[in-house]
């Protein structure tokens, strides 16, 4: 849940160039000393294939949970809507619900 209390979009995030679900984004991390351990604080533009290695900023493809899950231009969200996903998914771990 969202910080707010409402569900989060679910998205499965696929490589456009060979459809794995494989995938990392570059983040910022900050050390807590009270629970000693990295939190994510932000995240960057870049995006990789763990397995085909592609990369580019904001590249993947973010296809809404129940739809088809083809890896093609298609399936592509509109701009708005992928940079709202992203950053409902990537506020800071305090502030995420579960």
Known sequence: M???G????????KCPS????????DALAK???????WEICGTFDNETCLDCEA????????????TSGAASEDCRMPSDE???IDEEQSAPLH????
């Open 95 to 98: 502030e995420q619900k579960s």
């Open 82 to 84: 992928n940079r709202r």
């Open 2 to 4: 969202s910080a707010e």
């Open 55 to 66: 990369e580019g900023d904001e590249f993947l493809l973010r296809i809404k949970k129940g």
């Open 18 to 25: 060979c459809g794995s679900a494989n995938v990392a984004k």
């Open 31 to 37: 050390w807590d000393e009270k629970t000693q351990s």
């Open 6 to 13: 409402t569900p989060l979009t679910k998205v499965t995030m």
